[in-house]
């Protein structure tokens, strides 16, 4: 049944895939993650803090990403920011940022609120002992975060933050919507070009499937090797 | 440089039966901390005025009322739930106070100029399960608050820490994680820690409670060398022996309040309360 394919528009779009499509997503992915990751754990912080005002806005923060679609999202802000940077700084035409700016601010605000609640989770599962101690040694709130808890909870957390890091990878591939050019958008792009939509398809869904089973595997054998003696 | 057993000449102070197990840790010798002048007037190390403590309708603490002198080795004892653990945490204010005031070296504890951390900084506090910091090796354990709060020099700080853990006998330690020490081990390390800082007073809360007993010795050995040398300390604990091998007082709580403070030999001697009575002759007998 195979005889119709013809797989070897694979090989020669390889160089676009990887050089570019494969490129942009790896680049999204890690900014992404590496700000939402410290967005997160700032939120998370502003949730387990005792200050009235500041708890309250996190959770809400937090529940509404958590609540709304993803693709609803990076509609949303790629609309939205324009307007907001013009708002901001008092010019009377939308600021353009560029769909990449956008894509990037959208996921590092959305993927924030998943790392957050992992955070808080990771700073939670720190005896309080640890902390008094660190008090007891004289250190302030933000020495005791940035030396005793957070390391530990960073730590703790790792295989979940990565495993969310997966999901961001594949989530990632929502910027068709505007027009970007990732993995599966320059694969989609050669399937209409070439009509070879089923061979395509099928090589990024192999891509992504190897991608992320090598990631969870080497995120379970990271699991064993990062686990702190206690 | 590991740990030697210590010839049997420590164990020639009377020790109450069943209370203090041996103490055969090897300790090297040399001073853990410079003596201060063992004094027992003057203004009070710590004193505690009226203090009480609530948990929502629950009270903790009713009117506690002590001072501790400089150089004196205060130990505090009491039924489980008794609100000992409670007031020693309360003067480096690690647990906050609804009525009364603490002070400590003529710093105010409940006072909102008052610099908390720079307080804490100089005094020393061990706890019942260690709290050493868990991804941190032995000699980061030591030097981590010496540097990011006194701001001591790395070198200088690696120097004062390895030599206290020399002092405590765990040189060979150094590099090691806690999680690879025993419970003694982690205990005097943490004891190191708390000395690193230079701290005018020494708090324990309970240090022995979490060890198994043939660790327990070890610890007791450090504490008891530590008072020799006149450090000023209010020590949470159930170790009798310890008490009256080197307390100066003895402060007995029950349901948050201070039953009884007496010197030391009147407290073993004639306790006045029914509850001390009852207290001592229960953990005695055994």
């Known amino acids: ?230 | 440089m590991t740990s030697t057993p210590m010839p049997a000449s420590t164990a020639k102070t009377p020790v109450a039966p069943g209370s203090v197990a041996p103490m055969d840790a090897g300790l090297q010798s040399g001073p853990l901390s410079s003596p201060p002048p063992k004094l027992a007037t003057g203004a009070p190390m710590i004193a505690i005025d009226n203090v009480s403590k609530w948990y929502g309708d629950f009270q903790v603490l009713t009117n506690c009322t002590t001072q501790v002198a400089k150089g004196e080795v205060v130990v505090v004892c009491g039924p489980s739930g008794s609100g000992k653990s409670t007031l020693i945490k309360c003067v480096n204010a690690l647990e906050p106070i609804q009525k009364g005031q603490i002070t400590v070296n003529d710093t105010k504890v409940v006072d909102k100029a008052t610099d908390l951390p720079k307080l804490r900084s100089r005094v020393g506090m061990v706890f019942q399960h260690f709290e050493l910091f868990p991804h941190l090796s032995i000699t980061e354990n030591l030097t981590v608050a010496q540097r990011k709060v006194l701001k001591r020099p790395a070198e200088e700080a690696k120097k004062k820490g390895l030599d206290l853990l020399a002092r405590v006998g765990l040189s060979a330690h150094a590099n090691k994680y806690p999680g690879q020490l025993s419970g003694g081990q982690q205990q005097r390390v943490a004891i190191a820690r708390a000395l690193a800082m230079n701290p005018v007073v020494m708090l324990f809360d309970e240090p022995t409670s979490a060890l198994d007993p043939e660790m327990v010795g070890e610890v007791l050995d450090v504490m008891v060398e530590l008072a020799k040398e006149g450090m000023t300390m209010m020590v949470v604990t159930h170790e009798m022996g310890f008490a009256r091998k080197v307390a100066d007082r003895v402060i007995f709580m029950d349901r948050g309040e201070i039953v009884e403070d007496a010197r030391k030999d009147d407290f073993f001697g004639q306790p006045r309360s029914e509850r001390a009575q009852q207290f001592l002759s229960k953990i005695l007998q055994h």
Not at chain 1, 68 to 77: E, K, T, Y
Not at chain 1, 101 to 128: C, N, V, W
Not at chain 1, 130 to 155: D, E, N, S, W
């Open chain 1, 1 to 230: 049944m195979f005889s119709n394919f013809d797989f070897g528009v694979v090989f020669g779009s390889l160089p676009y895939l990887f050089g570019q499509g494969m490129v942009f997503t790896v680049t999204l992915t890690a900014l992404a993650a590496g700000m939402g990751v410290i967005l997160g754990t700032l939120l998370a912080m502003a949730r387990l803090s005792g200050v009235p005002g500041l708890k309250h806005v996190a959770k809400v923060y937090v529940e509404l990403m958590r609540s709304l679609p993803l693709v609803l999202v990076i509609f949303w802000f790629y609309f939205l920011v324009p307007y907001i940077g013009a708002y901001l700084t008092g010019a009377s035409r939308p600021i353009q940022v560029g769909a990449f700016s956008s894509a990037l601010i959208t996921f590092t605000l959305f993927e924030a609120a998943y790392f957050s609640e992992i955070m808080r989770a990771g700073i939670q599962s720190i005896p309080k002992g640890q902390t008094g101690a660190a008090y007891a040694l004289g250190m302030t709130y933000a020495q005791t975060m940035i030396t005793v808890v957070l390391p530990q909870a960073f730590r703790n957390m790792l295989p979940l933050l990565l495993t969310q890091t997966i999901v961001l990878f594949q989530d990632t591939s929502l910027v068709y919507v505007l027009s970007l050019t990732d993995f599966l958008g320059a694969a989609s792009k050669v399937a209409q070009r070439d009509g070879r939509l089923v061979e395509m398809y099928l090589f990024a869904a192999v891509v992504y499937f190897a991608v992320c089973f090598s990631a969870s595997f080497l995120v379970r054998r990271l699991q064993r090797r990062v686990a702190i003696i206690r």
